[in-house]
């Protein structure tokens, strides 16, 4: 089976196997609305503390924090805009485009790690509606219901993905940005408490997770922006709606920690114990499932990559199923940095490979992206690389896994210092070195 892109698609709903054209109806408004809404989330208000304060470093200056979160959020946005780029000119969406890249069979590489990360998040959107529910109820709905009822409506949310999109536009945006309004301004007017000892030694920690918290978007962008009617309108909706967002998030988030002093588990407080805060809490609560389907909607497209003849419906319900199931069993964030930061080491090199080999490699003149699209062995190479020069800046905080690559550190005389960027030295060391096969390939 083909991607055949001649063929147009006249109704109004995504389509539900992998070589139909998709319907061209996502305007400005739509995708800007559709980025808007996921750039704001509960995670966002919780996960602010490894920006405030990331793993292993003292906290940062509030004017750092607020630095690292618009830089991360800038430059993260940024890839995730070029990758999503790819899928409006091609009109296929994420893992599809890597037949282009790795080749079909190799292509199932980043397809699989997408999967196990669009589930994890999944998850984690799940467990923080439901610990969000718990807050307003006072613990009162246990927690399995709530999971298994945001895990139905997401799943049935990922059926009709457009229609979903035309709701959010129409009516959720407005009441988030309200709810996001008002705590922002009762928040501000608050007295800050002292910080006490700060230190900006973990500045480009905390830019990398702002920025691995955007690119954990790159691998979904092309599922959404192959609806835009051009790839420039849909580029520009994603960048300017989710970067706004995503930085008002972040910052609100540390606000709100700073009034219960750091502690991520007490967060929620600072927006319940507000004048009338529950009910606007209980409009982010809501809303907070077009994560969750927005996952579930991914992991069906990123599987539809390795079963092309599976009807993409079918694939939402079953990833619906095992995401619902596996957020019965977890009930906190304690592995949330580790998370971003291996989300990161995978997603920040692999969208320079991505991005550089298509507009100035092979992409340039077509990539191929049917069932028989030959491997590419050679790209891997770059991507590689990237995740080795990550792992190198930032190991993450998993003990087994840092040690090794603490020994490596040694053992080449290579040390990260307080300007070290993990996402910036990855990302540029494998565009580099996908620009040098572009370059040996052309002279072949």
């Not at 054209?21 to 989330?41: H, K, Y």
């Not at 059926?159 to 928040?187: D, S």
């Not at 609806?227 to 909706?237: F, I, N, R, T």
């Not at 910036?424 to 070195?433: I, N």
């Amino acid at each position: 089976m083909t991607i055949d892109l001649s063929k147009s698609r006249t109704g109004q709903e995504a389509p539900l196997l992998l070589s139909t054209e998709p319907p061209r109806t996502f305007g400005f408004t739509d995708q800007a609305a559709f980025w808007t809404n996921l750039g704001v989330s509960l995670i966002g208000f919780t996960g602010a503390i490894y920006v405030l304060q990331p793993a292993g470093y003292a906290r940062l200056p509030l004017i750092g924090a607020i630095l690292a979160t618009v830089v991360g959020t800038l430059i993260g946005t940024s890839m995730v805009a070029a990758a999503g780029a790819v899928g409006a000119r091609t009109g296929a969406p994420a893992m599809a485009n890597f037949r282009g890249l790795f080749g079909t069979k190799l292509s199932g590489l980043p397809t699989i790690a997408n999967v196990v990360q669009c589930i994890g998040w999944g998850v984690y959107e799940l467990t923080v509606i439901a610990a969000g529910i718990a807050a307003l109820t006072d613990g009162r709905v246990p927690h399995a219901v709530v999971v298994i009822a945001a895990g139905a409506l997401s799943t049935v949310m990922a059926i009709w993905p457009m229609h979903v999109v035309g709701i959010l536009r129409k009516y959720v945006t407005v009441a988030v940005g309200i709810a996001m309004l008002y705590f922002t301004v009762q928040l501000v007017r608050q007295p800050l408490p002292d910080m006490g000892e700060t230190s900006w030694s973990g500045f480009f920690p905390a830019v990398d997770t702002a920025l691995a918290v955007a690119v954990s978007f790159v691998p979904l962008a092309a599922d959404y922006m192959r609806h835009s009617k051009s790839a420039k309108v849909g580029s520009a909706a994603m960048f300017v709606g989710y970067s706004v967002a995503q930085i008002w998030c972040y910052l609100l988030g540390i606000v709100a920690l700073l009034h219960v002093d750091g502690d991520p588990n007490r967060l929620f407080d600072s927006f319940l114990g507000i004048t009338a805060g529950w009910v606007f809490f209980a409009v982010l609560v809501l809303r907070e499932t077009d994560q969750s389907f927005a996952n579930v909607y991914s992991t069906a497209m990123s599987l539809q990559n390795l079963l092309p003849r599976v009807d993409r419906r079918i694939l939402a319900g079953v990833v619906g199923v095992v995401a619902t199931v596996a957020a019965l069993f977890v009930t906190d964030f304690s592995n949330y940095a580790n998370f971003l930061l291996l989300i990161g080491s995978v997603f920040v090199p692999l969208t320079a490979v991505l991005v550089v080999d298509f507009f100035f490699g092979k992409g340039r003149t077509g990539w191929n992206l049917t069932d028989s699209s030959p491997a590419r062995p050679i790209m891997l190479l770059p991507w590689v690389i990237g995740f080795v020069v990550y792992q190198l800046c930032n190991p993450g905080s998993v003990q087994w896994w840092a040690s090794r690559w603490i020994q490596v550190q040694d053992a080449i005389g290579v040390h990260p210092t307080w300007w070290t960027s993990a996402s910036l030295f990855s990302f540029v060391a494998a565009g580099a070195a996908t620009g040098l096969v572009v370059v040996v390939s052309r002279k072949r």
